[in-house]
């Protein structure tokens, strides 16, 4: 439509101005995707698929949450090297807002994929909190579990967050632990997505790491298994269920367990009730699953738009 003032001239349109769904917090990485045909031995040659591809947690989290019809912008570091303008490519194509942070170089990870399809990473990642964190109008914060791993990660009251907040969590060392869990608290997050492992290395609870979480950061608490997952909410527990499968490479299934989650709550209301959740569990469920079927961490998979 053309617009005209009160004489009938015609006047420039206005940039029309989309407010994020979702911010993103985490970093954007060069894959090195590396599946050896036979088992590595010292000094040997062995034969492997090779791929280079756009991956790190907090891009993974933006891309599926794009794929999903999320409105999204991702905040990461990125340098202006081939492997940046790889990443940058990626992104644009799936609809992902990029605010990048300058840096000397694009992170990347060596990911080291099994018989079994279970992952081992070799990971050079770029800090990202050393940067200026403007205040953001967008409606959800997500942040990647690596984010709250850096060195330069400060007092995180001090910013203006989204009222709605949810932290992924990540692999953590137990001498990181800590220093996490005290970050984590810092934030003070609605909603913490775990995998059982790291649900058990942040809880004293071995019986029920999920509610005993969830009273520590009065947050949802969802923890991921191999099966199925199970969250903590008010005082009230739910579980989906879902037959395991044979992985073709995990990488990045957890991430899209995370971001199809956050997809089915965007639109709720706060918290969601024990049975809106039991839906969005299973949603999340079925798209770790079927990520755990392809190649990559954002390869692309059924329900995606």
Known sequence: MVAH?????????????????????????????????????????????IRLEPGGQGANLAVRLARRGVSVRLRCALGTDPAGNLVRSALARDGVTLDAVEASATGSVVVLVGRDGQRTMLSQRVPLLGADLAATDAAWLVVSGYVLTEPNVGDLRTHRWPDRRAVVGCALDQAQVERWRSTLGMLAPGLVVLNADEANALSDDAADPAVALADAFDAIVVVTEAGGARAAIAGSTVRVDHEAVVAIDTTGAGDAFAAALIAALVGMSWPPAPEALEPALAAAASAARAVTQVAGAQARVAGER
Do not use: H, N, S
């Open 5 to 49: 003032d009160q004489r009938g001239l015609r006047v420039a349109p206005t940039a029309l101005i989309v407010t994020p769904q979702v911010l993103v917090l985490g970093d954007a990485l060069l894959d090195v995707q590396d599946t050896p045909a036979q088992p590595m031995r010292p000094g040997a040659d062995v034969p492997a698929a």
